[in-house]
């Protein structure tokens, strides 16, 4: 059973998150991974035992992905770029498999993974354009990018991020190390992008953090409002959540 | 009754085209025009003779718009920004009203027209992107964009586009007049983005000028084959319809 890791994109606007959720084995709506086991097993043949797809983060409903990372066995031996275009024959037009690899059998999508980047898109106009709802988060109140600038390198470092946990996070350790936090004004389109990278994310961390920054952006919490924050360990001290439409799952790394 | 000029954007992937349709009075799907006429009437108040909203142009199914102009009448007159923000209140976030003002009572949207702007986006990528699905038109064939520039002076004038208008078409003539008729490469986007303006188009006008002018570039046709195409006046002789998700009606034009 070759074993196959996949690069995959896709519009999340019009799945219930990734991960597959099934009531009596019956799929109760649709997620990423539940069209992808679809395709992966059509393509498969349709073997007695369910070709299972391990994907390496589970993002949210609505969250977008550039570089999602799977990785799933297949029953014979064929070349990656041909798993890649049969793929893409199978799935709905709002998921696209970007690259196939065959990969050695130790290789897990998320267990191996080292650091991921995700990037958040925030609209300042003052009106909620039709073409961007789907993917931009909107805050429309005045943002001092020169204040969010000020207060992200505050988010560097191994810390512990418990206060950017949303309740559901069921991960035994909130420790996370970030290496990569920075704001894009893209003064044309009226948006700000952030870009964060780390070693992993607990649940809806990056979606409270960009809350947060928004919030040190309007004045509404002081620019050196981060460490304090993270040293309470409290989540009921960030409570907004930016929206998912603006997320991105950019890039997963793996070693080697 | 005051009357009242919006101009109106909307995603038109979830419409099933701009005109209302209804049977025995039933609206059967839903239209940007039935979701206008439903808010209009509710910030009317649901007068009992129901309030009409006319449009410029009868977009169709997964076209867009950046500047539809519709008219209605209300009864009774407030400031027009008041209208803007009153109908964004009600309306779902795929229709944004971008502006309204109150109109003589002789301005209709659709007559009282010259000219209209439309844009039509192909994507040029070798694969679909879930992106760009709903929002531009793709075409991955190599295309040689300066055998289309060559051959788009060919579509100016007042010429009779018989060829290029869809069965369906229920206008008297076929004759008019296109001023503008270019194309801008965005290397960097993969996209060509077509931009046509003109007194009025058919029905499907202009993805036919555009299915003709991928054809040209493609090599398919010889590029000066639009000459001949408008001398035939046979539909039979452009077939090809390039995808509604690519076009948008981006501006009407009106006297004063």
Known sequence: MPRYRAIVAYDGSD???FQVQSKHGVERHRTVQGELIKAVNQMGKNPVE???VVGSSRTDTGVHANGQVVHFDLPFDIPGDAVRKGLNTIL??????????QVSEDFHARFSSHSKRYYYRVSTQDYIDPFKRRYTGHFHWHLDADRIKQALPDLIGEQDFATFAASGNQTATTIRTIT???VEVKED???LVFTFEGNAFLYNQIRI???VLLEIGTGRR???AIPALIAAKDR???RYTAPAAGLYLDEVAYNG
């Open 222 to 224: 002081p620019v050196d």
């Open 15 to 17: 799945f219930l998150g």
């Open 50 to 52: 369910r070709i299972k």
């Open 180 to 182: 990569r936090a920075e």
């Open 189 to 191: 389109e009226n948006e």
């Open 209 to 211: 953090m960009v809350g």
């Open 236 to 238: 009921e001290q960030a």
């Open 92 to 101: 709905a037009r709002d998921i696209l498999i970007k690259q196939v690899d």
